[in-house]
């Protein structure tokens, strides 16, 4: 249901059931005050906060300041809003790239200040860090229990699938539709072998609810497939090829680069709560995202 | 205000601090050069925590160049219970200052860390390179991660805008126009405060912990005119550590001792081991000042000692305590 018609009919006095958000009519969380106003119009008991400014690898190196100062901004926002209305509870959303550069694998989640992340994106990475740091402290002064998600990469209809500016997979559907298209060949930009653990967002989403509902540590949680599950960007695309039945050539651009090489992150403290938990297999989510894109080509975020 | 009238206009935030009163002395006895113009201010005259307020500061002022000293800063007790406002009091600060000196054209911003935000798990000495290797001290990560985030988003401010915005990285400061309350303030000026009382009354001084830990301990008149140095000759984003040598390193019990000499203390000294010792060690590296500035020379630490607790005892009335 939509805020402004919870509003007219003045239905926001008692917290209700779920309401999903239009992102255009509310507030930018960049603004204290807005955020504020927000809060206290919706009175929320529980916060899923995923609200961010986000991007590819590209558009990170170029915009470190930015990506800094925003998500810091939006994050104590959200964060000190839902503190001062009296939630009881905040899950928020860190990323896996976000981890110490240098460092063994599989990384878990006692290790992310373990040292400096990768210089590429260093200002996203430290403001979604202090995102825990945060929680931490709302934890000692006050003792909420405000914790995170730490999604490995999340994929799905209703993502960014702009070249330029969204993450590798969208990237890669987006392409495989205009070499298509165009009849020519698919260029993926560095050289194909880095490798990462991709998550359906349909899957995600299942798990954000039950950490909603039953995960009570202050310390986050990885939400990802398994290290044996980890694709090169190689077979992600040859994924997307298949999936769109694409024929084409495919090249890589080993003038862009490549990002970090590995990310792989262990779910242990993930399966040691849900060991029956399944994931979508990558094909099925590759395709239904292809799918997705497809049927709603004209609409989608690119 | 107008335009700078020489080449330099300097606005120091914290000016009525520890640090920002000791530059403000080094500065009168003719540190200053001409065509610096230095504007002093402190939180009467801005709330840095409020953008609005430290915008419309900036604009008046336009500083060229900006030395940021103002912080929600406290000892080690006051940091254990509050570490969710040490943090975002400090951001919002620094978020607001650093803003506006970049929005207002500002050259150059020196900031000021603490060796205190170093990881704790580590190897000494502590160098310049280390400072975000690992997690800091538990007792105050707040406060230490929003110092760490200074160094952050100067580097942010050169990767994305070619600016240089630095920081200096002071061990324990000490020296007039301290804070020497005894519950929040740091473990110096503490002792001061506590020998006199000891004096006054006729009783013991009780150091709070084992007195073991070690420290190295900075004048704050010797760190002002390292800090002008830093903003005129120092043009690294990467921060320099502005310490005496790892050899003057001296324990919390010496450290009594020294202030107890110098106040003519004969009284005992006890030492409360329920208290908490905080961090056992800091010993940082000033290697990089030295290769700038091999000739300087600190004020000996007991000299400083005993000039800090003569001007607590001169202005005991107005001190902060």
């Given amino acids: 249901m939509e805020l402004a018609f919870l509003e007219r009919t003045g239905c926001l006095s008692p917290p209700r059931t779920p309401i999903s958000q239009p992102p255009d009519t509310l507030a930018p969380p960049r603004d204290a005050?807005?955020?504020?106003?927000?809060?206290?119009?919706?009175?929320?008991?529980?916060v899923i906060h995923l609200a961010a400014m986000?991007?590819?690898?590209?558009?990170?190196?170029?915009?470190?300041?930015?990506?800094?100062?925003?998500?810091?901004?939006i994050n104590d926002n959200v964060l000190h809003s839902a503190f001062e209305v009296g939630a009881r509870k905040v899950v928020s959303c860190l990323s896996t790239c976000i981890f110490p550069d240098k460092t063994t694998y599989?990384?878990?989640?006692?290790?992310?200040?373990?040292?400096?992340?990768?210089?590429?994106?260093?200002?996203?990475?430290?403001?979604?860090?202090?995102?825990?740091?945060?929680?931490?402290?709302?934890?000692?002064?006050?003792?909420?229990?405000?914790?995170?998600v730490i999604?490995?990469?999340?994929?799905?209809?209703?993502?960014?699938?702009?070249?330029?500016?969204?993450?590798?997979?969208?990237?890669?559907?987006?392409?495989?539709?205009?070499?298509?298209?165009?009849?020519?060949?698919?260029?993926?930009w560095g050289t194909g072998k880095p490798r990462r653990q991709f998550i359906y967002s349909l899957d995600l989403a299942q798990l954000v609810i039950w950490v909603l509902r039953e995960y009570n540590e202050v310390e986050p949680i990885i939400l990802s497939v398994?290290?044996?599950?980890?694709?090169?960007?190689?077979?992600?695309?040859e994924a997307v090829a298949e999936a769109m039945d694409f024929h084409g050539e495919v090249t890589f651009d080993t003038t862009k680069s490549d990002g970090q090489f590995k990310k792989t992150a262990s779910n242990s403290k993930l399966r040691n709560y849900l060991p029956d938990f399944r994931f979508t297999p990558f094909k099925q989510a590759v395709k239904e995202t292809c799918a997705w894109f497809t049927d709603n080509y004209e609409q989608a975020r690119k």
């Fill in 106 to 148: 599989p990384i878990d989640e006692t290790m992310i200040h373990n040292g400096p992340p990768h210089s590429s994106n260093f200002g996203y990475s430290y403001a979604k860090r202090m995102i825990d740091v945060q929680n931490r402290a709302y934890f000692q002064q006050h003792g909420c229990t405000f914790t995170a």
């Fill in 54 to 73: 986000v991007g590819g690898l590209f558009r990170n190196i170029k915009y470190n300041l930015d990506f800094w100062r925003k998500n810091v901004h």
């Fill in 151 to 188: 999604p490995t990469n999340v994929f799905g209809p209703h993502d960014n699938f702009n070249i330029e500016d969204g993450h590798v997979l969208p990237g890669l559907i987006h392409k495989v539709h205009l070499a298509k298209s165009s009849g020519s060949a698919l260029t993926v």
């Fill in 226 to 237: 398994g290290e044996e599950d980890e694709v090169s960007i190689k077979e992600a695309a």
């Fill in 33 to 46: 005050a807005q955020t504020r106003t927000l809060f206290e119009k919706v009175r929320p008991t529980h």
